[in-house]
């Protein structure tokens, strides 16, 4: 094992935070046990920061290793947060007694500004508020799995597959935004 790695592997330990490794039996996410030359033990988390079990990893059969990354940053955020971003989802208020269609969720959405996920016809997904709605198109103040700002997007409500009002996604962005005093879902455009 090269001293990177070693020196990799004993920051993660030491620092008690999340390690994600590449071997050619997939990707382990967890915490450092133990280490030598030879092998790996590590206490296993899912990718929800949700733990597994413990497993020892050879380290002849991992090719990457990352630490403090984005993504890893995004896992231990979940862990450290379950109870807001796999709490109960909440729904649309106000919309019970309406003919719900694509365009009613959007003004509500737009109305109580909440983030949203839309899943299109071409199967990409967007996060973000709805900045305004017409009858056939919608701009959507829009932001990265990370929580980061990603422009304007606009689309046509043709283009709408599904709505998704709350998901474990939703509910992590919006606490990132909030946690990064960005969460005003008001637009300037």
Do not use: C
């Not at 017409?134 to 997007?153: F, K, R, S």
């Amino acid at each position: 094992m090269g001293a990177l790695r070693t020196d990799m592997l004993q920051r993660a330990q030491r620092n008690r935070r999340v390690i994600s490794l590449r071997t050619s039996s997939g990707l382990f996410l967890g915490y450092v046990l133990s280490h030598n030359p030879e092998l790996l033990m590590l206490r296993t988390i899912t990718r929800q920061g949700l733990p597994t079990g413990v497993q020892t990893i050879s380290l002849n059969t991992v090719t990457q290793m990352h630490f403090d990354d984005r993504y890893v940053r995004l896992i231990e955020f979940k862990e450290h947060n379950p109870e807001v971003v796999y709490g109960l989802p909440a729904a649309p208020g106000g919309l019970e007694n309406q003919y719900l269609t694509v365009l009613v969720l959007l003004q509500r959405a737009q109305e109580v500004r909440q983030l949203i996920m839309l899943e299109t016809q071409t199967d990409s997904y967007l996060y973000g508020y709805v900045v305004r709605v017409a009858d056939d198109e919608l701009l959507l103040e829009t932001y990265t799995q990370y929580g980061e700002t990603d422009g304007h997007t606009i689309l046509s409500l043709e283009d709408v597959r599904n709505v998704i009002w709350s998901d474990e996604d939703t509910r992590t962005i919006d606490l990132l935004l909030k946690e990064n005093g960005l969460n005003t879902g008001k637009s300037t455009i």
